[in-house]
């Protein structure tokens, strides 16, 4: 939404009234305002189609009462938090802390300044499709367990729909890959002073010009679903000399289609439906050649791709190996001023990021093979553009039985795939669109953590070269090895 506008809160309750509670994220979470008292109305969620004990549809709006907020014009751009307080209990329920961002009765949206680019020339897209698809819709004391990967809903296309998953957008639920990936990020940012203006994937999808006013746009965390508008928006930006940082993993893995007027979206997924894989090969996933896959490899946008990545696979979201990257052309303008070696002056190769769980829990990775001197170099066998350069590395261990380690690969590769053999890592790189802008990929879903909470001197560093460079159009990977 646009500062100035008003802001439709979908609300159920069966308190008598509430208000809410509007905060800001910035270098520290900002109360902003508390509007109410609005009367509470109580409305039951819609049961799941299949019948699942206790489990509520995730393929329908809700159709929760609409309340209308007016949000001034003067506020400024940014991410922000809305707290729903009983009336009765508003008295004994203090403010948020930055600490308190996660949690349930509370949800976010995005405000954009009235002339976009004149805050900053920054644009940080929030990954709202991944948040929707993950969103089981519970509320504090009950499970509703409705989501892409609990009890989804498949539809066999028809009616305006086609064949896959289905998915409203206009569910409840609780926020918390807010909490994870973008507050301390956003915190970090506004530390350092770094001009930003934000939006979600629906502005990305429904706006070709979107991205005219912006010389850097940034992924963050885990962003895993893009519909084919957003693809082309961000490769015409490239095109036209922007940058991109995808300081994020398993990033552009499914396609989605937009839906009952936008609030809703189908992917054709392998996620499966009271156990069993209602069609296979699922369609949407971006790498695999038609008609099982869409066929255009989000290595070509991103250089890297989760096929040849992994995860860990502990608990959510867990400890992890702590090596790091294994640096490689630390000449290269991203390492400058880190101090780090790749090993080409007889010293040792260094790791940044080591000692944090910088990898994971998700990553990509580019396909790669080592020349004669042990430099890691992509092959482009996956669609990575040629001028990809690998500038860090973390090998991963195959899946197996020891849990302690990252395994590469997801299911859908090695079946459809079955004779690949080569190695997987976690893969941080650089490339530059011919003619036009310049792509930095971090390959791990924790970057954003990492650089935020600031745990790694060398990761920061890093960061703040990428955005320093890349806020500039035509100031890109000039200076390579």
């Given at each position: 939404?646009?500062?100035?506008?008003?802001?439709?809160?979908?609300?159920?309750?069966?308190?008598?009234?509430?208000?809410?509670?509007?905060?800001?994220?910035?270098?520290?979470?900002?109360?902003?305002?508390?509007?109410?008292?609005?009367?509470?109305?109580?409305?039951?969620?819609?049961?799941?189609?299949?019948?699942?004990?206790?489990?509520?549809?995730?393929?329908?709006?809700?159709?929760?009462?609409?309340?209308?907020?007016?949000?001034?014009?003067?506020?400024?751009?940014?991410?922000?938090?809305?707290?729903?307080?009983?009336?009765?209990?508003?008295?004994?329920?203090?403010?948020?802390?930055?600490?308190?961002?996660?949690?349930?009765?509370?949800?976010?949206?995005?405000?954009?300044?009235?002339?976009?680019?004149?805050?900053?020339?920054?644009?940080?897209?929030?990954?709202?499709?991944?948040?929707?698809?993950?969103?089981?819709?519970?509320?504090?004391?009950?499970?509703?367990?409705?989501?892409?990967?609990?009890n989804p809903v498949y539809g066999t296309g028809g009616d305006g729909y086609p064949r896959g998953h289905r998915l409203s957008m206009r569910r409840p639920g609780g926020v918390i890959d807010l909490a994870w990936w973008d507050a301390p990020f956003i915190a970090w940012l506004e530390r350092c002073g770094y001009a930003v203006e934000y939006c979600t994937d629906l502005d990305l999808?429904?706006?070709?010009?979107?991205?005219?006013?912006?010389?850097?746009?940034?992924?963050?965390?885990?962003?895993?679903?893009?519909?084919?508008?957003?693809?082309?928006?961000?490769?015409?930006?490239?095109?036209?000399?922007?940058?991109?940082?995808?300081?994020?993993?398993?990033?552009?893995?499914?396609?989605?289609?937009?839906?009952?007027?936008?609030?809703?979206?189908?992917?054709?997924?392998?996620?499966?439906?009271?156990?069993?894989?209602?069609?296979?090969?699922?369609?949407?996933?971006?790498?695999?050649?038609?008609?099982?896959?869409?066929?255009?490899?989000?290595?070509?946008?991103?250089?890297?791709?989760?096929?040849?990545?992994?995860?860990?696979?502990?608990?959510?979201?867990?400890?992890?190996?702590?090596?790091?990257?294994?640096?490689?052309?630390?000449?290269?303008?991203?390492?400058?001023?880190?101090?780090?070696?790749?090993?080409?002056?007889?010293?040792?190769?260094?790791?940044?990021?080591?000692?944090t769980p910088l990898i994971g829990y998700e990553c990509d990775g580019a396909a790669f093979a080592y020349d004669e001197r042990g430099v890691a170099r992509a092959t482009g066998a996956d669609g990575t553009p040629g001028s990809f350069l690998i500038l860090g590395l973390y090998e991963l261990e195959p899946v197996n039985e020891d849990v302690t380690t990252m395994k590469w690969g997801?299911?859908?590769?090695?079946?459809?795939?079955?004779?690949?053999?080569?190695?997987?890592?976690?893969?941080?790189?650089?490339?530059?669109?011919?003619?036009?802008?310049?792509?930095?990929?971090?390959?791990?879903?924790?970057?954003?953590?990492?650089?935020?909470?600031?745990?790694?001197?060398?990761?920061?560093?890093?960061?703040?070269?990428?955005?320093?460079?890349?806020?500039?159009?035509?100031?890109?990977?000039?200076?390579?090895?």
């Amino acid at each position: 939404m646009t500062a100035g506008e008003a802001l439709a809160l979908h609300v159920s309750t069966d308190a008598a009234a509430f208000r809410v509670r509007l905060y800001r994220l910035g270098r520290e979470l900002e109360f902003m305002a508390e509007p109410g008292p609005y009367p509470g109305v109580r409305k039951e969620p819609p049961p799941h189609p299949d019948g699942p004990a206790g489990a509520a549809s995730p393929a329908v709006d809700w159709g929760f009462p609409e309340y209308l907020i007016e949000v001034p014009g003067d506020w400024p751009p940014g991410i922000y938090l809305a707290q729903l307080v009983e009336e009765e209990r508003r008295e004994a329920v203090p403010r948020l802390g930055d600490g308190d961002i996660e949690g349930f009765a509370r949800e976010f949206f995005v405000v954009r300044p009235r002339r976009p680019g004149s805050h900053g020339r920054i644009l940080y897209k929030k990954s709202t499709f991944t948040r929707h698809a993950y969103n089981r819709a519970d509320r504090e004391d009950v499970r509703r367990d409705g989501s892409l990967y609990d009890n989804p809903v498949y539809g066999t296309g028809g009616d305006g729909y086609p064949r896959g998953h289905r998915l409203s957008m206009r569910r409840p639920g609780g926020v918390i890959d807010l909490a994870w990936w973008d507050a301390p990020f956003i915190a970090w940012l506004e530390r350092c002073g770094y001009a930003v203006e934000y939006c979600t994937d629906l502005d990305l999808h429904r706006d070709p010009e979107l991205l005219a006013p912006y010389d850097l746009l940034l992924s963050v965390g885990h962003d895993e679903y893009w519909s084919p508008a957003m693809r082309e928006h961000t490769a015409a930006h490239l095109r036209a000399g922007g940058n991109v940082a995808f300081l994020s993993a398993n990033t552009c893995w499914w396609r989605v289609h937009l839906t009952d007027d936008d609030t809703g979206f189908v992917s054709d997924t392998d996620h499966h439906v009271d156990g069993v894989f209602p069609h296979l090969p699922s369609t949407d996933l971006w790498w695999a050649a038609p008609p099982d896959g869409v066929g255009t490899p989000e290595n070509t946008l991103t250089g890297v791709s989760f096929r040849n990545g992994g995860m860990w696979p502990g608990e959510w979201p867990g400890d992890r190996p702590r090596a790091g990257y294994r640096v490689q052309h630390s000449g290269h303008w991203v390492f400058e001023g880190t101090g780090l070696r790749d090993g080409s002056d007889g010293g040792p190769v260094d790791r940044l990021g080591a000692g944090t769980p910088l990898i994971g829990y998700e990553c990509d990775g580019a396909a790669f093979a080592y020349d004669e001197r042990g430099v890691a170099r992509a092959t482009g066998a996956d669609g990575t553009p040629g001028s990809f350069l690998i500038l860090g590395l973390y090998e991963l261990e195959p899946v197996n039985e020891d849990v302690t380690t990252m395994k590469w690969g997801h299911w859908n590769c090695p079946v459809r795939e079955p004779e690949r053999t080569g190695p997987r890592a976690a893969t941080m790189g650089v490339h530059t669109v011919d003619g036009g802008g310049t792509v930095f990929t971090a390959g791990t879903t924790d970057w954003p953590v990492v650089c935020g909470r600031e745990e790694d001197p060398g990761v920061v560093r890093v960061t703040r070269n990428v955005l320093d460079r890349l806020s500039r159009r035509g100031a890109g990977d000039t200076a390579r090895p």
